[in-house]
């Protein structure tokens, strides 16, 4: 059995007072970026106001959407960069950043590559909602993907020898006579250093678990539960706001329709679940919405049952596809039984009726037609072996769209559009490109294209 990999954080007491780049956050963005810049040449730094690393990242679980790639070839799926584009804008309400988003869309399936060279492979596909193609890459292992990619970069950040300081929050940045970036304060072991740079990436997330910025935004949001780590807290956003940078977007914060929160913990029930297959009831055992509709159009259904939520329904067949399903059932979060009957029973489900349901739903599934809500994804495979499972879910706060204002060389804007030198931004922290919605499996890919992005940007500004 394969030794379980331990990242060797860097004490605080080796922090420098200069560096060529300065990367705030260690989710996914933040690594890709360190990674790229220090393969250019840069000597980057990674720091991490929390004690546990990876951020959102690791919670993220359905996979990576990319379009015309290799791997979408193996599996016989013809995909174009422009399918992409206009799923993800319509998906998106029309409101994206078409700047942003076209170079996204263009430049995903190269990330994959540049995942793959890096030796991590995502060499399986599933679909999410609002998508009409399987363009949402996970690792063959089907491991969720989100702590699995977090993994793999924390293996390259040490290979490379890349400084990570964990406990070490900035609290302010700093521009010289010119407007240029100078340097930064920050808290570190509870007290004040300062570090002089030129540049900085900012990849510290959004402000999903920040209940004031939540409710400042969002009223009708007040009380909702988040799928989000406690670190989400906006940190970054006030950080840039302050050095003059413009924000959009901040009244579009995404619920998502699946969240298990029958407990302290809420936990994320992955799309890629509906994806292989599975399918929403109500309490009477019936369906009320195309599963795999865009997750604000799931979430509105779901509260407009006035329930307290639904019931994901799904056989052994999803769970054999969905494998983060054997971890959410560790934990308590599944009710299985060994015929459709009796898991209703179990679940306090009117039976007769979520036999009906099923056996409908199969005939769907047999016709590749769904009379019902006009489903036309995630319908390869029947609900006929069991055990047969259910999981409680509602909607929770999960993302939020709106962030810091950038170009797609992830150079930070002003209001007025003009470039702050030597600040950027990538990840969560930038609104704009996912518009009112963001669809399942672009959060990751967003990751690790703009992290790219920002490693380059901040090489060709340096040198």
């Known amino acids: ?84 584009y206009d799923e993800t804008y319509v998906g998106g309400g029309k409101m994206n950043n078409t700047e942003l988003l076209r170079y996204f869309a263009d430049h995903a399936a190269l990330s994959i590559d540049w995942l793959a060279d890096h030796d991590i492979h995502l060499d399986d596909i599933t679909i999410t909602g609002g998508m009409s193609k399987m363009r949402t890459h996970r690792p063959a292992s089907l491991a969720p993907i989100g702590a699995f990619l977090v993994t793999e970069l924390l293996k390259q950040v040490q290979k490379l020898g890349i400084p990570l300081f964990a406990g070490t929050k900035v609290t302010e940045l700093e521009k010289d006579a010119d407007g ?160 459709v009957k009796a898991v209703a029973e179990t679940t306090g489900l009117n039976a007769d009726q979520l036999v009906e349901t099923v056996a409908t739903w199969n005939q769907a599934v047999a016709d590749q037609n769904d009379n019902e809500f006009g489903r036309t994804t995630g319908m390869d495979r029947q609900m006929e072996e069991g055990p047969f499972s259910t999981i409680h879910i509602a909607p929770a706060v999960h993302y939020t769209m709106g962030g810091v204002g950038i170009n797609k060389e992830t150079e930070v804007l002003t209001d007025d559009n003009q470039v702050i030198p030597g600040l950027y931004a990538c990840g969560e922290i930038v609104g704009g490109l996912h518009g009112n919605n963001r669809i399942g499996g672009n959060s990751i890919a967003e990751t690790v294209i703009f992290g790219r992005q920002a490693g380059q940007q901040v090489f060709n500004y340096l040198k």
């Not at 009244?251 to 929160?261: F, K, L, M, W």
């Open 1 to 84: 059995m394969a030794e379980k990999f331990r990242f060797k954080l860097t004490d605080v007491s080796e922090l420098q007072a200069n560096y060529d780049l300065v990367v705030i956050g260690s989710g996914a963005a933040g690594m890709t970026t360190a990674i790229q810049a220090k393969e250019l040449g840069l000597n980057p730094i990674i720091l991490e106001k929390m004690d546990k690393l990876g951020g959102n990242s690791t919670r993220a679980s359905s996979g990576m959407n990319a379009a015309e790639t290799l791997v979408q070839l193996k599996h016989h799926v013809v995909d174009s960069f422009q399918e992409f």
């Open 180 to 339: 240029k970036i100078s340097g930064m304060k920050v808290m570190a072991n509870g007290g004040p250093k300062h570090i002089a740079t030129k540049a900085i990436v900012l990849a510290a997330g959004g402000f999903g678990a920040n209940q004031e910025m939540l409710a400042k935004y969002r009223p009708d949001l007040k009380g909702y539960k988040t799928t989000n780590q406690d670190g989400a807290t906006g940190d970054g956003i006030r950080l840039a706001e302050a050095l003059g940078a413009k924000v959009v977007d901040m009244d579009q914060i995404q619920v998502h329709p699946t969240v298990q929160q029958d407990f302290d913990h809420t936990y994320l029930i992955g799309e890629a679940v509906r994806g292989e297959g599975a399918i929403l009831v109500n309490k009477a055992g019936k369906r009320f919405v195309n599963e795999l509709s865009t997750r604000k159009v799931v979430s509105n259904a779901i509260d407009d049952l006035n329930e307290g939520g639904a019931y994901l329904v799904f056989g052994q067949e999803v769970r054999d596809r969905a494998k983060a399903i054997d971890f959410y059932d560790s934990i308590g979060l599944v009710k299985s039984a060994d015929t």
